[in-house]
Nanobody
Framework: QVQLVESGGGSVQAGGSLRLSCTAS????????MGWFRQAPDKEREEVAY????????YYAESVKGRFTISQDKAKNTMYLQMNSLKPEDTAMYYC??????????????????????WGQGTQVTVSS
């Protein structure tokens, strides 16, 4: 299975921006669906956004709609998460992963992250007020 590597995290003040990147180490990602996830200390892993590798975006968490944008560059085998207007509540470890099922999950219920694999070490995002 492909191993994914996240980068681009950091510390910013509220209102700032960051762009996260997700690249595949080794083999090309063969999954049809990729996703960004985050996990804050003492909280469950949360789905942030999904994208089909053909480019169609299927999901944004309500908490990030209008502020975050998921995209991909197939030529570079890289997925991105542009995060604008960051808030302290966005502070978390951010992960990318590839769906182990043929399609992006149609139901996002806090457990759909279990349908993804290739988890990397994550990249930390810290937003100060």
């Amino acid at each position: 299975q492909v191993q994914l590597v996240e980068s681009g995290g950091g510390s910013v003040q509220a209102g700032g921006s960051l762009r996260l990147s997700c690249t595949a180490s080794g083999n090309t990602v063969s999954s049809n669906c990729m996703g960004w996830f985050r996990q804050a200390p003492d909280k469950e892993r949360e789905e942030v956004a999904y994208i089909y590798t053909g480019g169609a975006i299927t999901y944004y968490a309500e908490s990030v709609k209008g502020r975050f944008t998921i995209s991909q560059d197939k030529a570079k085998n890289t997925m991105y998460l542009q995060m604008n207007s960051l808030k302290p509540e966005d502070t978390a470890m951010y992960y990318c992963a590839a769906a182990i099922i043929p399609v992006c999950p149609s139901v996002v219920d806090g457990n759909s992250w279990r349908l993804f694999g290739g988890w990397g070490q994550g990249t930390q995002v810290t937003v100060s007020s």
